[in-house]
């Protein structure tokens, strides 16, 4: 379509890389992918984070690995920003000069 879009993504390992390493090269494919992506980039983001990590709990059960990532996924679609993210991960927009908000952090003491 005629429509820009713009996908960037950090994955920070834990107790290895294979979980980052996963999501690097899966996440963005499932995005893609996902049904809604036109219409509701934000579900589809949410749904691809859940597949992903599905896809790889696969994995690591078969393959007896033992990591997890945190992550966090920016998808521009026009002039919208559309942000996701797992685990303590954090994003920060910058807006002339001036941080803006765009999320609450998950931490540990957080319900």
């Known amino acids: 379509d005629d429509i820009d879009?713009?996908?960037?993504?950090?994955?920070?390992?834990?107790?290895?890389?294979?979980a980052a390493n996963y999501s690097a090269t899966h996440l963005h494919v499932n995005v893609g992918l996902h049904k809604d992506i036109?219409?509701?980039?934000?579900?589809?983001l949410k749904c691809s984070f859940q597949k992903t990590d599905e896809m790889f709990l696969f994995k690591a059960k078969r393959e007896k690995l033992r990591s997890g990532t945190t992550g966090v996924s920016a998808l521009i679609v026009g002039n919208k920003l559309h942000i996701a993210w797992l685990g303590d991960s954090q994003v920060m927009l910058?807006?002339?000069g001036?941080?803006?908000?765009?999320?609450?952090?998950?931490k540990p003491e957080r319900e």
């Open 98 to 106: 001036k941080a803006v908000t765009l999320m609450e952090p998950h």
């Open 5 to 18: 879009r713009a996908y960037f993504a950090v994955f920070d390992g834990h107790g290895g890389v294979d």
């Open 38 to 44: 036109v219409k509701n980039p934000a579900e589809a």
């Open 94 to 96: 910058v807006q002339q």
